[in-house]
């Protein structure tokens, strides 16, 4: 039972473009979100996180959204830039544990 | 910054053999949690520890044993070892933010 989904394996885009990448979760006891971001053969980087009592949390280049009645986040990458592609994971925490629960990850190919 | 390190980075054991991994916090930070990442698999949480007591267990296996010393470090012991258990293992630290900062990984190969 995955709680939480990344739908899309694979994005690409051109640089300089957005770059969109959605996850959906079901749990509605999580309370925290975070994107991270992995290359291979490497631990993942954190990249930027959300409350759940917020909507929005902007970051230089990066932004993340959520829709609590949708039960769905998406983190902006604006703009794209070829170092970016790598993939992108969300993960989210239980209100009552520390313990975080990643999505399939999401594979961006920035194009030059 | 210092960032969490974990040791080995490569272990090559044979079945029902043993391993120790090893994971090294970000300092001040209290939390450590051990994650698997099996090939094209998103991580899964094994467990954590808070001040040096288990704080939650996720799918770990029996054969799999860790601790939290008082210097903070932690170590995920694993016995019989089986070819299924191949996998990356990351540890990852926290303190009082949510966020948890991930170390490289050990890259276990059971043969």
């Known amino acids: 039972d995955q709680q939480v989904k990344q739908n899309s394996p694979s994005l690409s885009v051109q640089e300089g473009r957005i770059s969109i990448l959605n996850c959906d979760y079901t749990?509605?006891?999580?309370?925290?979100f975070l994107w991270y971001k992995k290359y291979p053969a490497e631990g993942p980087t954190f990249l930027i996180s959300i409350s759940s009592i917020k909507d929005k949390n902007e970051d230089g280049r990066f932004t993340v959204f959520l829709n609590k009645s949708a039960k769905h986040l998406s983190l902006h990458i604006v703009p794209s830039q070829p170092g970016d592609s790598a993939v992108y994971f969300c993960a989210a925490r239980g209100s009552n544990t520390g313990k975080l629960i990643f999505g399939q990850g999401t594979t961006l190919q920035v194009k030059p | 910054a210092a960032g969490v390190i974990q040791s080995p980075r490569h272990l090559i054991k044979e079945k029902r053999e043993t391993a120790t991994l090893k994971c090294y916090p970000i300092?001040?930070?209290?939390?450590v949690y051990w994650y698997q990442q099996g090939p094209g698999q998103d991580p899964q949480f094994l467990i954590s520890f808070y001040e040096k007591m288990q704080s939650d267990k996720g799918s770990i296996p029996d054969r799999f044993s860790a601790q939290q010393f008082s210097d903070y470090h932690s170590e995920l012991n694993m016995s019989s070892l089986e070819l299924g258990d191949s996998a990356l293992y990351f540890c990852a630290s926290s303190s009082v933010t949510y966020e948890q900062y991930f170390g490289p990984g050990t890259r276990l190969t059971v043969t």
């Open positions: 300092p001040r930070h209290d939390t």
């Open positions: 749990n509605s006891m999580f309370d925290y």
